[in-house]
């Protein structure tokens, strides 16, 4: 009867922690708290050193539920990725994921010998513990924080933190097998079988994500168990990967980026689901972290733990994100922002765990110091993303209002859906637009009635409607009926005080405004000049002409349709004065080599 009594006090003091923590959410609106650092705070203070006193000290099952959980997010991480991110920013995100990771690694290590007094092989281990980002942290961030980033520096975070978890996992498990086993000479030798971890863990995500995809749209079962069965197969996916000593976390990853892409029954309903299921993994993961943390051990490290995370955050992200993007196309404003959110979470304290379970005896010394370094970085960069977007230039001011759309599932049609609105008050139907044919709705509701709505009658603000589209002309719904903005003065700079076409040449702009335009370039149009600078441009993408700064206003397919003008731009402040200014800094380069030799005075003859 008292393990009974003892099993219904853990239930009991579980759903309160859940519950809580659900409630925390209006918390982290209000002040703009990252949730996740909420999350962990509420785990230390149910843990033994807080007001919960719950004495919670076993390393293994706490690796457990994290890495469980981990698998669920980053399977989620990788179902909502759309493919178009990878074509945006395939080579930014994985370099960042691979170079980056071990970058950040080797800056580290010495910062944390010095100040700790480790050896440089554990020193090394630390430095690959906290140099992964965190994919729960970034997108939760991104995604739900309200932040609206352009679209390549998304991409490049949410690629970055859905795949930097293998480098991570094998430089952290190779350096504690090089302390464990004398006869392992260094880490590299291990190369050769990482490298087979992650091709296999590629390989079988990719087949994962394609019998997930093909079984849901084969096999037909009550609707609420299609979410279930898809979770079940990325679960297979990752542990089977794991007990074939293959990466579980690239695989689950993969099969969540193939399976999400691809056209599945019942897509809607299975998205629902993953959010739900998401946020309980994130809210039990980071509760269990926090309980398995000991706060009164944190003071024999806790300065050097802060300086050590100073050091991650201010230098050696920064260098790693600048050096891995230096081959590409981003702006400084770009690279700063990718450098300043690096957020560390969960993986970090996972990974410190691994020294713990091995027996190493510097692991609670590194498990301490990760902590600090993760809340550090929560507490730091987590709560600072919008000032930072805002202050680099990388927020994307709305162009529609709020649209209220409810996608429904219909059962045995895969290329339609049914979508419910809910018409704004200054959408472009009430002030008139006519309905085009495809898009007249099966269903109006005014007031709680059926109403029948002839052509020749508008739509009211606040009617609900119902209606049948193929997805491809879901974004236009939304145009319809959402809101239209009313530019604030700042979003105004960010946009341009008028719009003109993208094939207004650049003759026509230096006869209207006196620019002083190159001759062999006055035919070129402004498509053209982003073109040139971009390659794929999106909304956002910014040039200086003489005098003016053209902004993508909108584009289609990477090509653009409207620019911007902005008529008397301010002066570009660089977030780093000491590096070259400009889109691309190879160009830059180019330049200043030529100016130098035209420069030099000709050899006497």
């Given at each position: 009867m008292a393990d009974l009594q003892l099993i219904n006090i853990v239930i009991l003091i579980g759903a309160g922690l859940l519950t809580l923590s659900a409630l925390t959410s209006l918390l982290s609106a209000r002040l703009g708290v990252p949730l996740l650092l909420i999350f962990l705070c509420l785990g230390l203070a149910a843990g033994e050193d807080g007001i919960g006193k719950i004495d919670f000290d076993n390393a293994p099952i706490a690796y457990f539920i994290g890495s469980v959980a981990l698998a669920i997010i980053l399977f989620d991480a990788g179902f909502e990725t759309p493919w178009r991110s990878y074509r945006l920013a395939a080579g930014p995100g994985i370099l960042l994921a691979t170079a980056g990771v071990v970058i950040t690694a080797s800056l580290v290590a010495p910062v944390a010998h010095w100040l700790l007094g480790l050896d440089w092989t554990t020193s090394f281990m630390l430095g690959a513990i906290v140099s992964s980002t965190d994919a729960a942290a970034v997108f939760l961030l991104l995604r739900l924080g309200g932040v609206s980033i352009r679209d390549r520096v998304r991409s490049t975070l949410e690629i970055e933190s859905g795949s930097n978890d293998p480098i991570a996992i094998f430089l952290?498990?190779?350096?504690?097998?090089?302390?464990?086993?004398?006869?392992?000479?260094?880490?590299?030798?291990?190369?050769?079988?990482?490298?087979?971890?992650?091709?296999?863990?590629?390989?079988?995500?990719?087949?994962?994500?394609?019998?997930?995809?093909?079984?849901?749209?084969?096999?037909?079962?009550?609707?609420?168990?299609?979410?279930?069965?898809?979770?079940?197969?990325?679960?297979?996916?990752?542990?089977?990967?794991?007990?074939?000593?293959?990466?579980?976390?690239?695989?689950?990853?993969?099969?969540?980026?193939?399976?999400?892409?691809?056209?599945?029954?019942?897509?809607?309903?299975?998205?629902?689901?993953?959010?739900?299921?998401?946020?309980?993994?994130?809210?039990?993961?980071?509760?269990?972290?926090?309980?398995?943390?000991?706060?009164?051990?944190?003071?024999?490290?806790?300065?050097?733990?802060?300086?050590?995370?100073?050091?991650?955050?201010?230098?050696?992200?920064?260098?790693?994100?600048?050096?891995?993007?230096?081959?590409?196309?981003?702006?400084?404003?770009?690279?700063?922002?990718?450098?300043?959110?690096?957020?560390?979470?969960?993986?970090?304290?996972?990974?410190?765990?691994?020294?713990?379970?091995?027996?190493?005896?510097?692991?609670?010394?590194?498990?301490?110091?990760?902590?600090?370094?993760?809340?550090?970085?929560?507490?730091?960069?987590?709560?600072?993303?919008?000032?930072?977007?805002?202050?680099?230039?990388?927020?994307?001011?709305?162009?529609?209002?709020?649209?209220?759309?409810?996608?429904?599932?219909?059962?045995?049609?895969?290329?339609?859906?049914?979508?419910?609105?809910?018409?704004?008050?200054?959408?472009?139907v009430v002030r008139g637009q006519h309905l085009p044919r495809w898009a007249r709705p099966a269903l109006v509701l005014r007031g709680g009635r059926e109403i029948e709505l002839p052509a020749t009658q508008k739509l009211e603000a606040g009617d609900h409607l119902y209606l049948f589209a193929t997805p491809d002309k879901v974004p236009l719904l939304d145009k319809l009926f959402a809101g239209q903005v009313e530019l604030s003065p700042e979003d105004r700079e960010f946009f341009g005080d008028f719009t003109v076409p993208a094939a207004t040449p650049l003759e026509r702009l230096s006869a209207e405004y006196g620019l002083s335009v190159p001759t062999e370039r006055r035919a070129h149009t402004l498509a053209e000049e982003f073109r040139e600078v971009y390659g794929a441009v999106e909304v956002g993408d910014r040039l200086r002409l003489a005098g003016l700064e053209l902004v993508v206003t909108d584009e289609e397919g990477g090509e653009p349709r409207q620019v911007g003008l902005v008529l008397d731009p301010p002066k570009p402040r660089p977030p780093f004065p000491f590096l070259p200014s400009g889109v691309d800094l190879r160009a830059w380069l180019g330049r200043r080599l030529q100016r130098r030799r035209q420069a030099q005075p000709e050899p006497p003859p």
């Open positions: 952290t498990l190779g350096l504690a097998e090089v302390v464990s086993n004398p006869e392992i000479d260094s880490v590299f030798s291990l190369l050769p079988s990482f490298v087979l971890e992650l091709g296999a863990g590629g390989l079988v995500g990719w087949f994962g994500g394609r019998t997930i995809a093909w079984l849901v749209n084969r096999v037909r079962l009550e609707e609420g168990l299609y979410p279930l069965m898809v979770n079940g197969l990325a679960l297979a996916v990752f542990g089977g990967l794991n007990a074939a000593d293959a990466s579980g976390f690239l695989g689950v990853y993969v099969a969540g980026l193939v399976a999400g892409n691809a056209r599945l029954h019942g897509a809607p309903a299975i998205r629902r689901f993953q959010v739900g299921l998401t946020w309980l993994c994130q809210i039990g993961m980071f509760l269990t972290l926090g309980l398995l943390a000991t706060p009164s051990g944190f003071g024999t490290v806790l300065w050097q733990a802060a300086v050590i995370g100073m050091v991650l955050i201010l230098v050696a992200r920064p260098i790693a994100a600048w050096l891995c993007l230096l081959p590409f196309r981003f702006g400084r404003s770009e690279t700063a922002f990718i450098g300043w959110t690096g957020l560390r979470g969960a993986v970090s304290i996972l990974l410190a765990i691994v020294p713990l379970m091995a027996g190493h005896s510097q692991g609670q010394v590194l498990f301490n110091t990760a902590f600090i370094v993760v809340l550090l970085s929560l507490l730091l960069q987590g709560w600072t993303v919008r000032p930072a977007a805002r202050l680099l230039g990388q927020l994307v001011p709305p162009r529609l209002g709020p649209v209220d759309r409810v996608e429904l599932a219909l059962p045995g049609e895969q290329a339609v859906e049914m979508v419910a609105y809910t018409v704004h008050a200054e959408s472009p």
